[in-house]
C-alpha cells in the first residue's frame, strides 16, 4: 500500500507476519520528500521497541573535525525494569487464547520510541542490538569509529564517501569488541552490572551505514539495476556482524538477475584487493620479524660483544647485553611515535569524551555530553540539526514562530492525520554534542601543526630502516634491503591511499610523499656515515627494535586489525610464515 511512516509500515509488516514468538524492533527509514518553511530537509526517522538502539554521529563544519553523537535512541523497558525490555510479540491459541492482534498494534502506537532528525551527507548511522550496547559504552563506540576513519571533509562539495570496505571493518570491530568485553568470568552478575561494563554474553548484530546525496542519476541507476563496485562504494557501505558488504546489502528490492549478479562479482573482486593488500602485510611481518631478530639484533651483539672484548682485561667476561637493551630502546621510540600518532588524531578538547580505565570510566560517564533523545523545536531555515519529538503541544523555535508538532509529524509521514501521541518531549542538555555543534571553537593551532606532526612520527620508521642499512656491514644489505623493500612499499601506499582524501592540498600532499619517500635514503647516508664505529652497531640495535615493534604490532595481522574472514585468516597465517622463513633462508647465504 501507500507509504505511511515508519509507524504504519512497522503495523503493515507485524500483520503481514505469520511467525510466533517476540523480538525487539528497530526501524530506520531515509525520507528525502519533507520540506519544512519551503526547504527540503532529508529526514531519518527511527521507531523503537525494545532495547535495541541507533546512534547517528556527525562532524562539525570544518578541517580535522572528530564525529560526535548528534542521536541516541532510548530503549523501551516494563514498568520501568531495566532489565525487561519490551518486545513486540505474536501468539496462537494454543499458546495463550486471550492474545489478539489488536494489543501488539496498540504496543506499536503505544510504547514505540519516535524520533525524526534531519540527515546530512557524511553522517554515519550505526543500528545494533543489546548485545553491543550493553558491554559497550557510547564513547567507546565512537572512538572506533574516529579512528576508522580519518578527518576529512565535511558535507559539501568537496565531500567524498568513505569506501565500504572501512564500513565492514568498524563492524567486525565493534562485534569483536563487544564479544571480548561480554566475559562474564570473574564479574558480578550480569543483573547487577552497570550498561557498557560488559559481561552480557547476547547475540550481537551491527549495521553501519553512511549518509549520502540521493540524486536523480542514481535513483535511474538503481531502478535499472546497474550499480558496480565503486557506486556501491560511494551509495551506501556497511557491516553487519562480521558477514561481507555484499551479504549486508543482500535486501535490496531489484531482482536477482544478469546485472546483479556482476554486481556481486564486483564486490567479491573489490573484497579480493582487500585480501591480497592485508596477506602482503602478513607476509611483511614476517620478514620484518626476521630481519629484527636474526639479522640486524644478532649483528648489533656481535659487534657491540667484540668492541667491549678488546677493551676488557678477559676476554671470556660476560658483559651486559647492550645490543638487547639499545633494542628495546628502539621498541620504546617507535611505540611512542604510535602513541603521538593515535594522540593527535583521537579527539580531544571538542566536546568528547576521553576514556580511560574501567575504574574511571564510571567516575566519567556522568560528565560525557550526551546527544538529547529527542528535542522539543521543529527546523528552521539556519537550523538543520533538529530532532522532531512526538509531542502534541506547540513549541517555540528559535524565529519566534510557533509551530505544532502533530502537524510537523503527519506532514512527515510519522502519524496519521489526527492520530493521538504518546511519546514524551525533551529539551536537550546545554552541553550536548547537537548544541555544542554549532558554537564549537574554530580549529587553532594544533589542527595546523596536526599533519606535519602526524608524518613526522610516520617517518621515523623510515628513517631508523634506512639507519640500519646504512650502518648495516655489505654482507647484510642485501637482506636488509629486501626487508624495508616490503615494508617501505606497502607502508607507502597505504599512507599515500589515507592522506589522498582528507589533505587540504595537492601540493602540500606531493610535498609529504616525497618526504616520507626520501627519509629513508637520508637514513641511509646517516647510518654509512656511522658504520664504523660504535655509533654504527647502536643504530643497528635501534633499528632491530623498530623493525620487531613494526612487524608484531603494527602489521602483524589480528593485533592492529581483524584476521580477514575464513580461509583469509589462513593465508595471512601462512604469509607471515613465508615471510619469516624467506628472510631466514636469506641469513644462510650471506
Not at 30 to 54: A, F, R, S, W
Not at 208 to 236: H, I, L, P, Y
Not at 274 to 280: D, F, P, S
Request: glycine content about 10%.
Amino acid at each position: 500500500g501507500e507509504y505511511s511512516g515508519p509507524i504504519g509500515l512497522l503495523k503493515e509488516a507485524y500483520s503481514d507476519t505469520s511467525s510466533l514468538g517476540s523480538t525487539s524492533v528497530l526501524l530506520a527509514v531515509m525520507d528525502n520528500t519533507t520540506q519544512i518553511h519551503g526547504k527540503v530537509h532529508p529526514m531519518l526517522g527511527v521507531v523503537t521497541l525494545g532495547d535495541c538502539e541507533l546512534l547517528m554521529l556527525r562532524r562539525s563544519k570544518g578541517p580535522n573535525q572528530p564525529l560526535k553523537v548528534v542521536l541516541h535512541t532510548e530503549k523501551q523497558r516494563i514498568g520501568g525494569n531495566h532489565q525487561t525490555p519490551l518486545q513486540l510479540l505474536r501468539l496462537d491459541d494454543d499458546l495463550d487464547p486471550n492474545f489478539h492482534e489488536d494489543a501488539a498494534l496498540d504496543a506499536i502506537e503505544r510504547g514505540s520510541g519516535l524520533h525524526c532528525m534531519s540527515t546530512r551527507e557524511g553522517d554515519v548511522i550505526i543500528m545494533g542490538s543489546d548485545g553491543v550496547f550493553d558491554n559497550l559504552f557510547v564513547e567507546e563506540i565512537v572512538e572506533i569509529c574516529n579512528q576508522k576513519l580519518p578527518p576529512r571533509a565535511s558535507a559539501g562539495r568537496d565531500f567524498e564517501p568513505a569506501d565500504s570496505n572501512t564500513f565492514l571493518e568498524i563492524a567486525q570491530c565493534l562485534v569483536q569488541k563487544a564479544h571480548s568485553k561480554s566475559d562474564i568470568s570473574g564479574r558480578c552478575p550480569p543483573q547487577n552490572t552497570p550498561v557498557g561494563f560488559g559481561g552480557k554474553a547476547d547475540d550481537t548484530s551491527v549495521l553501519v551505514a553512511e549518509v549520502v546525496e540521493w540524486t536523480a542519476a542514481k535513483r535511474e541507476d538503481w531502478e535499472q539495476g546497474q550499480w558496480q563496485r565503486s557506486s556501491w562504494g560511494q551509495m551506501f557501505g556497511c557491516g553487519h556482524d562480521g558477514y561481507s558488504a555484499a551479504e549486508a546489502t543482500s535486501d535490496s528490492d531489484f531482482e536477482e538477475d544478469e546485472t546483479s549478479r556482476v554486481s556481486n562479482a564486483s564486490l567479491q573482486f573489490a573484497d579480493w584487493g582487500a585480501g591480497i593488500l592485508k596477506t602482503a602485510e602478513a607476509f611483511t611481518a614476517g620478514v620484518l620479524i626476521n630481519a629484527g631478530l636474526v639479522h640486524l639484533l644478532a649483528d648489533a651483539s656481535k659487534e657491540l660483544n667484540g668492541r667491549r672484548r678488546l677493551h676488557a682485561e678477559e676476554e671470556a667476561e660476560d658483559g651486559y647485553p647492550w645490543a638487547e637493551l639499545w633494542c628495546g630502546i628502539g621498541c620504546l621510540l617507535t611505540h611512542g611515535a604510535e602513541l603521538l600518532a593515535e594522540t593527535l588524531l583521537r579527539p580531544s578538547e571538542d566536546g568528547s569524551c576521553p576514556l580511560g580505565d574501567e575504574k574511571g570510566r564510571r567516575e566519567k560517564a556522568a560528565a560525557c555530553p550526551v546527544a538529547p533523545k529527542v528535542v522539543g523545536h521543529p527546523a528552521t531555515d539556519d537550523d538543520d540539526r533538529s530532532v522532531f519529538s512526538a509531542a502534541s503541544r506547540p513549541s517555540t523555535s528559535s524565529g519566534g514562530a510557533k509551530v505544532a508538532h502533530d502537524v510537523i509529524l503527519e506532514e512527515l509521514g510519522l502519524i496519521g492525520p489526527s492520530q493521538g501521541v504518546r511519546s514524551k518531549s525533551r529539551q536537550p542538555s546545554p552541553t550536548s554534542p547537537s548544541l555544542a555543534e554549532s558554537s564549537a571553537p574554530p580549529p587553532g593551532l594544533r589542527a595546523v601543526v596536526v599533519g606535519p606532526l602526524l608524518m613526522l612520527s610516520l617517518s621515523l620508521h623510515s628513517l631508523l630502516e634506512g639507519l640500519s642499512l646504512g650502518a648495516a656491514k655489505e654482507s647484510r644489505t642485501r637482506d636488509l634491503f629486501m626487508a624495508i623493500l616490503a615494508h617501505k612499499g606497502v607502508a607507502a601506499f597505504s599512507v599515500g591511499v589515507a592522506w589522498q582524501p582528507t589533505c587540504p592540498s595537492v601540493w602540500r600532499y606531493i610535498v609529504a610523499m616525497v618526504w616520507f619517500a626520501a627519509v629513508t635514503p637520508i637514513g641511509i647516508f646517516m647510518g654509512h656515515a656511522v658504520e664504523d664505529s660504535p655509533s654504527g652497531a647502536v643504530l643497528t640495535a635501534l633499528s632491530a627494535g623498530t623493525f620487531l615493534y613494526v612487524g608484531l604490532v603494527e602489521v602483524n595481522p589480528g593485533v592492529r586489525a581483524p584476521l580477514l574472514p575464513g580461509a583469509g585468516a589462513v593465508a595471512q597465517a601462512l604469509a607471515c610464515v613465508a615471510g619469516f622463513t624467506a628472510m631466514g633462508l636469506l641469513a644462510l647465504w650471506t
